[in-house]
């Protein structure tokens, strides 16, 4: 079965994975959002995975059409996420606090976005 992530590059090359469905594998909530490394390799069978990306270079825009729009519902649901998230707050959180807070969020916008794709 195929799964798509959303596979985020920071500026120092490192990656994130934002994985909205993980649940539907049997793989924890808790890795919705997770450091590259550790997914690739606790959460694929083979690295070679990671070089098996489709649409990978798409707009947002272009992801309407892409897996009944989920990436796009997601996506624009994300981005309307961070706008509205008050960083002061965050800024004072542990940063462990501040990681499920951002995580929870995150993964009920995504469980969301699948509900209106599938159902």
């Known amino acids: 079965m195929r799964h798509?992530?959303?596979?985020?590059?920071?500026?120092?090359?490192?990656?994130?994975?934002?994985?909205?469905?993980?649940?539907?594998?049997?793989?924890?909530?808790?890795?919705a959002i997770i450091n590259g490394d550790k997914f690739?390799?606790?959460?694929?069978?083979?690295?070679?995975w990671k070089y098996d990306l489709h649409h990978r270079d798409m707009s947002l825009e272009d992801h309407k059409e892409f897996c009944q729009g989920y990436w796009h519902?997601?996506?624009?649901?994300?981005?309307?996420?961070?706008?509205?998230?008050?960083?002061?707050?965050?800024?004072g959180m542990a940063t462990s606090d501040?990681?499920?807070?951002?995580?929870?969020k995150a993964t009920q916008r995504a469980r969301a976005a699948a509900q209106a794709c599938w159902g």
Not at 7 to 28: M, V, Y
Not at 40 to 48: C, F, I, K, S, V
Not at 73 to 91: F, H
Not at 98 to 104: A, F, I, L, M, W
């Open 40 to 48: 690739w390799h606790h959460y694929t069978h083979d690295e070679q």
């Open 98 to 104: 501040r990681e499920d807070y951002v995580r929870g």
């Open 4 to 31: 798509s992530v959303l596979l985020i590059r920071k500026q120092d090359e490192s990656e994130i994975i934002f994985d909205g469905t993980a649940e539907q594998f049997g793989w924890p909530a808790t890795i």
């Open 73 to 91: 519902k997601i996506g624009v649901s994300l981005r309307q996420m961070l706008q509205s998230l008050d960083w002061a707050r965050l800024e």
